[in-house]
C-alpha cells in the first residue's frame, strides 16, 4: 500500500515520504523493515523512546505528539487516535461496511451484547460479536483478545473479517480503558448502550470522576443512545449528545421502555416489556432484575435499529443462557450450584440478592479478587459476600503477581467482626471449592463467584487450566467413589 494512499485521511501529512508501507504497529517488539510506527505513551512505557530504534529498523514512517528531529516523523496532536485512524484506513475502513453497537457500562456488557446478537440473527442478519467472553464472526468463533475491546490494529483487522464475510452488524463491548486509549477511534457507532457504572477498574483511572468521564466518550457521536434511566449516571451519558435517545427502566414510567410485572425464580425472570403502546411477554433463562435491565436495553437497541419490537421479544425468550453470568451447573445433586462472573461489588451484591430472593434454606458463596487490579473493591466486596449470604468462601481469583494471602487480608477488612464468623479461607480455589460442596446441604444454594466464563486461572505472568464446571463434577464424582 503506497503511505500517500493511507494517510488521504490526513492532509498533508506525507507530501515528501514515499516508499511502501508491510504494517503497522506501536510496539518496538513488532516492529519489521516497512512498517509503520506509531509512538503512544503509556502509562509505563513511552513509545517516543523507541522512535530512533524503529528507523533503524527500517520504519516507513514514525507518527509522534512532540517533534523528535527524525527524518520520516508525523507529527499528530494524538497518537493514539490517530494509531487508530491508521489501522482503519490500512485495513480498508471496514467499519463504512458495517452497523457497529457499542455497549459500555460496568456491569452487563456481556450479556447485553449476547442477547442483542441473539435478536439480530433471529430476524436474518450476519452478526459479528467483540467482547470479554468470545469473540465471533456470523456465528463462527474467531481468535481471542485477552482484551475486552481488542488493540486498534486487531479490532480493525475483526471489522475487516465481518464485513468481508458478510455481516450486516458488529455487537461490540466498549471498555473504559479502550475508550481512554482512543482504541475506537473513528468509528461511527449506529447505537451506543449504557448499561450502568459501579466501582470498578479504579486502579486504573484513579477515581470514579475519571471512569465516569472516558464511559461518555462513546456517546457523543453515536447515531442513537440507549441510556439506563434506572442509572443516576444516565444524564452525564448523553451530555454533548446531538442525536437520537432513548431510554429504558424497570423503575420509571417516563422511560421509553419500561418492564411490567415481574416475576423470577431460579429458572429464569420474566416480565412485560411495554414500549410505544405495544407490550410483550418475556421469559428469560437468567434470574434477576439486572437479567431484565439487560434485555430491555437489548430490546430498545434492537427495536430503535428497525427489527420489529415482538419479533425481538420472541428472539429474547428463546435466547440461550450467557456462559458464566449466573450460569447453572448440572449436578445430581439436593442443593444448586451456580457460576457468575461478578467481581464487582455491584455485580456481587446484584447477584446474591437475587439467589437470596429465591428462598435458598442457606446461600454459600465463594469469591476472591484478582490481583494486580483495583484494590479498593476488596474489602467493599469482603462486606457484601458476608452481609447478604450465610456462609462464605474467600479464595483466590486471579492473584496474578501479587500474593494471594495478601488479596485475601484485604478483603477480610471489610468483613465485620461478628461476621467473622462466617468466613471460612483456603487460598487454592479448587480445595475451597470442594469445601463448599461438602457443606452444602439439600434446598442450598452455591454461588462460585469471580471467573464466570473463564476456564483457567491466572498465577504469576502464566495460565493454568481451571474450569469450575469440571472441578465441580470431579469433585462429586470423588465424593460419589468414596461413598
Not at 490500512?90 to 456488557?109: C, D, M, V
Given at each position: ?404 494471602d495478601t488479596i485475601i487480608a484485604e478483603i477480610l477488612e471489610g468483613v465485620p467482626s461478628k461476621l467473622r464468623k462466617q468466613v471460612r479461607v483456603e487460598r487454592d480455589r479448587v480445595t475451597a471449592i470442594g469445601m463448599a460442596l461438602t457443606e452444602a446441604d439439600e434446598g442450598d444454594i452455591i454461588l462460585l463467584a469471580g471467573k464466570g466464563h473463564e476456564d483457567y486461572q491466572i498465577l ?24
Amino acid at each position: 500500500m503506497q503511505i500517500q494512499t493511507l494517510f488521504d485521511w490526513y492532509e498533508g501529512a506525507l507530501p515528501k515520504i514515499k516508499g511502501d508501507i508491510t504494517g503497522i504497529t506501536d510496539d518496538i517488539n513488532r516492529m519489521k523493515s516497512g512498517y509503520g510506527f506509531v509512538c503512544v505513551t503509556g502509562r509505563r512505557v513511552d513509545g517516543h523512546s523507541f522512535a530512533a530504534e524503529a528507523l533503524e529498523k527500517g520504519a516507513a514512517f514514525i507518527v509522534t505528539q512532540r517533534d523528535l528531529l527524525l527524518e520520516k516523523q508525523i507529527l499528530v496532536r494524538d497518537s493514539r487516535a490517530a494509531l487508530a485512524l491508521i489501522c482503519a484506513v490500512w485495513h480498508g475502513y471496514p467499519a463504512k461496511r458495517l452497523k457497529i453497537i457499542g455497549i459500555t457500562g460496568t456491569n452487563g456488557k456481556t450479556s447485553t451484547a449476547f442477547l442483542l446478537r441473539d435478536i439480530l440473527e433471529s430476524a436474518g442478519e450476519k452478526v459479528g460479536l467483540i467482547g470479554t467472553v468470545r469473540t465471533e464472526i456470523s456465528g463462527e468463533e474467531a481468535e481471542e483478545s485477552s482484551l475486552t475491546t481488542p488493540d486498534s490494529f486487531t479490532l480493525q483487522s475483526l471489522l475487516k473479517k465481518m464485513a468481508d464475510k458478510g455481516c450486516t452488524y458488529c455487537v461490540m463491548e466498549v471498555s473504559s480503558q479502550a475508550l481512554e486509549q482512543r482504541r475506537t477511534a473513528g468509528l461511527a457507532f449506529a447505537a451506543a448502550v449504557f448499561t450502568n457504572l459501579t466501582q470498578d477498574h479504579l486502579d486504573y483511572h484513579g477515581s470514579m470522576r475519571e471512569y465516569k468521564a472516558a464511559k461518555r466518550c462513546l456517546f457523543p457521536s453515536a447515531a442513537l443512545c440507549v441510556l439506563n434511566l434506572d442509572d443516576p449516571n444516565n444524564a452525564y451519558m448523553s451530555i454533548g449528545s446531538l442525536r437520537r435517545t432513548v431510554s429504558y427502566s424497570l423503575n420509571w414510567d417516563e422511560a421509553d421502555y419500561t418492564a411490567k410485572n415481574l416475576e423470577q425464580n431460579l429458572d429464569g425472570v420474566r416480565f412485560n416489556a411495554v414500549a410505544m403502546g405495544k407490550i410483550a411477554r418475556l421469559k428469560l433463562q437468567t434470574p434477576g432484575r439486572f437479567s431484565a435491565h439487560n434485555a430491555l436495553a437489548a430490546l430498545a437497541t434492537a427495536t430503535e435499529l428497525g427489527i420489529d419490537f415482538n419479533a425481538a421479544a420472541n428472539a429474547l425468550s428463546a435466547s440461550r443462557g450467557i456462559p458464566g453470568r449466573l450460569e447453572r451447573v448440572e449436578t445430581d445433586t439436593p442443593y444448586c450450584v451456580y457460576i457468575d462472573y461478578a467481581h464487582t461489588p455491584d455485580a456481587l451484591e446484584n447477584v446474591l440478592t437475587t439467589l437470596r430472593e429465591c428462598h435458598p434454606n442457606r446461600l454459600i458463596v465463594l469469591l476472591g479478587c484478582g490481583g494486580d487490579r483495583d484494590r479498593a473493591k476488596r474489602p467493599v466486596m469482603g462486606k457484601i459476600a458476608v452481609e447478604l449470604a450465610d456462609a462464605v468462601f474467600i479464595t483466590s481469583d486471579n492473584p496474578r503477581t501479587e500474593d494471594p494471602d495478601t488479596i485475601i487480608a484485604e478483603i477480610l477488612e471489610g468483613v465485620p467482626s461478628k461476621l467473622r464468623k462466617q468466613v471460612r479461607v483456603e487460598r487454592d480455589r479448587v480445595t475451597a471449592i470442594g469445601m463448599a460442596l461438602t457443606e452444602a446441604d439439600e434446598g442450598d444454594i452455591i454461588l462460585l463467584a469471580g471467573k464466570g466464563h473463564e476456564d483457567y486461572q491466572i498465577l504469576g505472568t502464566g495460565k493454568i487450566s481451571l474450569d469450575e464446571r469440571k472441578v465441580v463434577h470431579e469433585v462429586l464424582a470423588k465424593a460419589a467413589g468414596a461413598e
